[in-house]
């Protein structure tokens, strides 16, 4: 009796043991399926080196998905702020746009320059009374020709005022001589006593001087450049159309008159939830750019009323294909009529006028 009851005790105790294994078996296969189901895991747990900083206050709602940010590559910032850092350095130059300090139409025949009152065109900078004589006539020029005729077949040329060139006067860093000057192109011949500096412009088939003085009041009290914080928000990805063939767009300027440019093309995206469209235009010398030219709703409250500009690349199929095009507005910079009254600036086209605000790029100068 003794003996079946032990053998019974033993069986049970190999059944529940078996039981128990069994039931651990099944728990481990429950488990293994339920992880097989489950979704990947999400991007945040990739090592950080992975990925990119975006701010989390920059996600852009459901609804607004296509304007989403485009992530900032890693050394964004840093780029950014090296760009503004040689802006102010160009700004601030001793050829800068503080430096300019005349802009002054030339006459037909002779106009003596130089810092007396009796000169036709006056230098207001510490310069020599008597500078020399611009002339403009369609004769042949008195003295060394320079190489490029104007096409409406007038020349300007530099002649000696009673007495001779003034010490030290320069042209394009040698001696003065007379003769005839550059005026096209984009290196005409620049005169040059100390710190201030004249070239003579072709504006349309007229002609202005532009005086610059290193030592100008302006240049003197510069302080730096005034900025709006830095926003990826503003840093948008657009669609690139482009126009087959590219066409003639007229730029209307500060001085009244009208530029031929062509465009190449326009883009299209989504700020602040509105659909916005941009004309930029290209200009020669600068190939491999666009030059978008444009106001928005913060003129005249805490950025230049006439216009800002923005310069970018290319888009990533070319202009003549239909591609994207990265706009960054934090790379918005005033126009040369920011800084002077002297300049000529060319203001935005009727479609590049905007119903949003850009509150990136640079503000009002000086800073209010």
């Not at 900078?125 to 004769?139: F, K, W």
């Amino acid at each position: 009796m003794m003996r079946r009851l032990a053998v019974r005790r033993e069986s049970a105790g190999l059944f529940a043991l078996n039981l128990g294994i069994l039931l651990a078996c099944w728990a481990l296969f429950q488990a293994q399926r339920t992880l097989a189901q489950e979704p990947a895991p999400a991007a945040s747990a990739a090592p950080a080196a992975a990925q990119e900083a975006v701010p989390a206050n920059e996600a852009a709602p459901e609804d607004e998905a296509v304007q989403a940010v485009p992530p900032v590559y890693a050394h964004w910032a840093e780029d950014l702020a090296a760009w503004r850092a040689a802006r102010e350095r160009e700004i601030g130059a001793p050829d800068g746009w503080l430096t300019l300090v005349g802009m002054e139409w030339l006459q037909p025949g002779v106009n003596s320059i130089g810092a007396a009152q009796d000169n036709q065109i006056r230098v207001h900078a510490q310069a020599p009374d008597h500078i020399g004589l611009l002339t403009v006539n369609s004769g042949k020029p008195k003295g060394k020709q320079a190489s490029g005729q104007p096409a409406n077949g007038q020349m300007v040329q530099l002649l000696s005022p009673p007495g001779g060139f003034p010490p030290d006067l320069m042209i394009d860093g040698k001696p003065a001589r007379e003769g005839e000057l550059t005026v096209d192109g984009s290196s005409p011949s620049t005169i040059s006593w100390h710190g201030v500096t004249m070239v003579v412009l072709n504006r349309g088939g007229r002609y202005a001087v532009r005086i610059k003085d290193a030592g100008s009041p302006a240049r003197v009290a510069f302080k730096g450049l005034n900025w709006y914080a830095p926003n990826p928000r503003y840093r948008v990805q657009a669609a690139w159309t482009p126009y087959t063939p590219p066409r003639m767009v007229k730029i209307p300027t500060i001085l009244g008159t009208t530029l031929d440019l062509p465009s190449p093309g326009f883009v299209e995206f989504l700020l602040d939830g509105k659909p916005v469209n941009l004309e930029p235009v290209t200009e020669k010398g600068a190939e491999g750019t666009l030059f978008f030219i444009l106001r928005d709703v913060t003129s005249d409250i805490a950025s230049y009323g006439t216009a800002r500009y923005l310069h970018t690349g290319l888009p990533d199929h070319g202009l003549d294909q239909p591609g994207t095009l990265m706009l960054d507005f934090n790379l918005l910079e005033n126009p040369p009529c920011a800084y002077t009254t002297y300049a000529t600036c060319p203001l935005p086209p009727e479609q590049n006028r905007l119903p949003v605000a850009i509150e990136a790029g640079e503000k009002l100068y000086p800073p209010q």
